[in-house]
């Protein structure tokens, strides 16, 4: 039977977090014989390429291993579209598990919705980590936003999302001015709303997202999305969800950065009592976790923001 489903998956030296990964893909309901794993190892050392095709040989699974000189995850998946057998481009990411009917829901989901272009699905933080559900509920809250008065979605981050092969023919790959795990994917999903493909939430296609295990790690994960994100809003201003990201060199900047600075404390307040809510935390020290969590979000991102300004005045982008 031909291959359906193309899954790409870019990694670097997480060589044992990448093995659960695989494996996870490996128990899947859907038939092994639709599917295929890509893997880019971005620049990596470690014994990546031994442990993948170890798994390959002991499966029989159809897997294929490129190695790049480290770009970043957006010239890794860039890497992976270009050898697809696919019409049905799938990614996720080598600190996700997917649950067992991940593929199967994926390919359902496309049969029974012929137009939509870029499905994305549900991402859970792993039970009992409050610093990843912040993260992730921070992060769902950016998949919908009123455009031309009507809520819509408009992004899917790449540890769960899927696209059509056709989406890359028309909208072009993702844009490898991002050098990290941030902002890529916003900016290439708001580029193919406004080409008028439309993206589809699928709450039943579910990965765990082993992401930001502490706070130090969230930090350099929030500094990360604040980097990023300036780096969208160059590219693409209009985009709703960064809307009010100052650019601008001098005071305006110097404003922007004041504003969301004293703003710290009731974005940490407002957002405590809705991540509560969403994702279902309770107790008084889970709910200083939840707080404490947003401060450090808040300030990290800020942090990233003027770091990339100063990039781009630097190098004359601004």
């Not at 670097?12 to 309901?29: E, G």
């Not at 009507?150 to 790449?158: D, E, G, S, V």
């Not at 991002?178 to 900016?187: I, S, T």
Request: glycine fraction near 6%.
């Amino acid at each position: 039977m031909p291959v359906e489903v193309s899954v790409i998956i870019p990694t670097h030296n997480r060589c044992n977090s990448l093995k659960k990964t695989l494996y996870s893909l490996i128990n899947q309901t859907y038939p092994k014989e639709n599917y295929e794993l890509i893997v880019i190892d971005d620049g990596g050392s470690d014994a990546t390429e031994r442990m993948v095709e170890s798994i390959k040989k002991n499966t029989h699974l159809n897997i294929k291993y490129f190695w790049q000189k480290n770009q970043g995850p957006a010239a890794a998946r860039n890497l992976g579209i270009k050898h697809v057998s696919a019409d049905i481009i799938a990614f996720t990411d080598d600190d996700c598990i997917v649950h067992p009917d991940w593929l199967e829901n994926i390919a359902k989901a496309y049969e029974k919705n012929p137009d939509a272009m870029i499905i994305g699905g549900e991402t859970l933080p792993p039970k009992g980590r409050i610093v990843a559900a912040v993260g992730q509920g921070l992060t769902k809250n950016a998949f919908f936003d009123y455009v031309d008065g009507k809520k819509q979605a408009i992004f899917f981050p790449t540890c769960n999302a899927s696209f059509r092969r056709e989406v890359f023919d028309n909208a072009g790959l993702f844009d490898t001015d991002f050098p990290l795990a941030a902002g890529e994917d916003l900016e290439f999903c708001w580029r193919c709303f406004k080409k008028g493909m439309k993206l589809l939430y699928q709450p039943q296609i579910k990965v765990t997202h082993y992401c930001a295990a502490n706070l130090k790690q969230y930090a350099k994960q929030s500094f990360n999305y604040g980097r990023g994100n300036y780096l969208t809003k160059l590219k693409q201003p209009d985009h709703p969800e960064i809307k009010g990201i100052e650019t601008n060199r001098g005071w305006r900047f110097f404003g922007y950065c004041i504003k969301e600075f004293i703003y710290t404390i009731p974005f940490a307040l407002i957002f405590t009592g809705r991540l509560k809510k969403k994702e279902k935390i309770t107790g008084f020290f889970n709910s200083c976790g939840v707080f404490v969590t947003l401060i450090v979000h808040k300030i990290s991102y800020l942090a990233g923001t003027v770091s990339e300004h100063n990039l781009a005045y630097r190098t004359q982008r601004i």
